[in-house]
């Protein structure tokens, strides 16, 4: 069925089938898929929706928005588009891969990216939860409040030691986790979130948890559904300021190979977590095809389950891509086709960093539209464009992470030395990064 639909030619006696791939979504994550995927032999076409001024020189941007499920229908059909690779979380937790499937020209083009079923990992913390606690995944203890439950919920919160973790149900980009220190702020934080609705209706339900101790990491999974690929590990680092101090961001640089996660870690996260995961989501009855983004706390070497995200990471996508060396594409095609496991997947033992130059201000008020210089002096290292666009013939800021850059090295300090010189070349108005991604690293090296 698949087959039907795309292209094939003879190369070498050997079949390859070449396809047009859209992407959705802006960030540095799609320029990362777009620059992996413009290497494959199988790519005919690459369409990018809305991209940045990075993606458009990989491949054609379409004025579209990753959520405009009608107009992407309508982009897919007139441009013999063989698959959609879904980058951010919105249009999945929406359902854009059941919009595929219910439609009857559509549901023979694969959706890299889970259906609504499985979005919820991500889309419902209270039920990412309850899976891993029907899997017997390790995970935090929690219990689940509502306005109605908020008395409850108040009287929970006495029970558990300092500091706290609160975090709204649904979706609140980014921001619906809080974690005070004082369980005065926690019982003030708690009726926000439920009777004031701070996070609109992703507050509706509250999950309330154990903190864990420990060291995070992020592990990433591709599956059919069935088989999985373990791609490699990242640490992210989550806060404006050096020292991780200040507020929570997408992300300002990421790490990966990580060094405390070695292959004993590893092989207690699949046995523990990955394949419990791809298990528990069969026997629900979720056909699950896509990424899964495994957020992890590392206690005293052993993995517990943060939270589930059901696309790739931004920024981890910009180290994780740079070190897989198999074809994206050919891994794709392998999701789509429920033959993952019969498709090679190596990877690229070298160190890859990257370093997020942000907007002034960033996450907190910033401002778009400075012109940005110095991209095409960089020498030694990729840049991943994030939230930027062309005002005319010159690249600007059109978003609070504007560039991501990517090096490799044999060690992790000289790939961060290569990030941290093109960080000083890149130029615009106002910009700011994390010079100390990596150092909390640079100890287990010694
Ligand atoms: P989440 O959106 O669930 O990833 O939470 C955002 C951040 O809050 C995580 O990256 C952790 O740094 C922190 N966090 C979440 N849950 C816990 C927990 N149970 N214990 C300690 N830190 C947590
Ligand atoms: N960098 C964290 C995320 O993509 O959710």
Request: aromatic share 10%.
């Amino acid at each position: 069925m698949f087959l039907a639909d795309t292209q094939s030619f003879s190369f070498l006696c050997k079949k390859i089938t070449i396809m047009n791939i859209l992407i959705l979504g802006s960030g540095g994550r799609e320029h990362a898929y777009a620059w992996k995927l413009a290497q494959s032999k199988k790519l005919k076409k690459l369409y990018i929706a809305p991209g940045n001024a990075g993606t458009s020189k990989l491949g054609e941007n379409v004025s579209i928005a990753a959520t405009d499920f009608d107009a992407i229908k309508k982009f897919v059909l007139n441009n013999d588009v063989n698959m959609v690779v879904v980058g951010p979380e919105d249009p999945l937790v929406k359902g854009i891969h059941d919009y595929f499937l219910a439609d009857s020209q559509l549901k023979a083009i694969p959706v890299i990216g889970p259906q609504k079923d499985g979005a919820q990992l991500e889309g419902s913390k209270d039920f990412s939860k309850q899976f891993m606690f029907r899997h017997a995944i390790p995970t935090a203890r929690y219990e689940t409040f509502t306005k109605e439950t908020l008395e409850q919920g108040l009287k929970f919160l006495e029970t558990l030691e300092p500091p706290y973790v609160l975090k709204a149900d649904g979706l609140a980009a980014g921001k619906g986790v809080v974690i005070p220190t004082t369980l005065e702020e926690a019982k003030v934080e708690l009726s926000e979130m439920l009777a004031n609705a701070k996070f609109g209706s992703a507050s509706a339900k509250v999950v309330i948890e154990e903190f864990l101790k420990g060291i995070e990491l992020s592990v990433f999974v591709l599956t059919d559904g069935n088989s999985y690929k373990i791609l490699p590990a990242a640490k992210d680092y989550k806060r404006i300021g050096v020292g991780d101090t200040g507020l929570n961001t997408g992300g300002m640089g990421a790490i990966s190979p990580v060094p405390f996660a070695n292959e004993e870690f590893i092989k207690k996260v699949e046995a523990r977590v990955v394949i419990p995961t791809i298990n528990g989501l069969k026997k629900e009855g979720i056909n699950y095809k896509g990424f899964i983004f495994i957020g992890l706390m590392n206690c005293g070497g052993e993995p517990y389950v943060i939270e589930y995200n059901v696309r790739m990471g931004d920024p981890e996508t910009e180290v994780v891509l740079p070190r897989i060396k198999s074809d994206l594409l050919d891994l794709f095609e392998g999701v789509a086709n429920n033959n993952l496991h019969e498709k090679s997947f190596e990877l690229d033992s070298r160190f890859a960093t990257t370093v997020m130059l942000v907007a002034g201000g960033y996450p907190e008020e910033y401002k778009k539209g400075d012109v940005i210089t110095g991209i095409n002096e960089v020498k030694e290292t990729m840049v991943f464009q994030a939230g930027t666009t062309f005002n005319g013939n010159e690249i600007v800021t059109n978003g609070g992470r504007v560039i991501a850059l990517t090096s490799y090295g044999d060690t992790m300090q000289e790939a961060l030395k290569k990030s941290f010189v093109a960080a000083e070349t890149v130029k615009y108005q106002g910009k700011y990064y994390r010079n100390d991604i990596g150092k909390d690293l640079e100890s287990y090296f010694n």
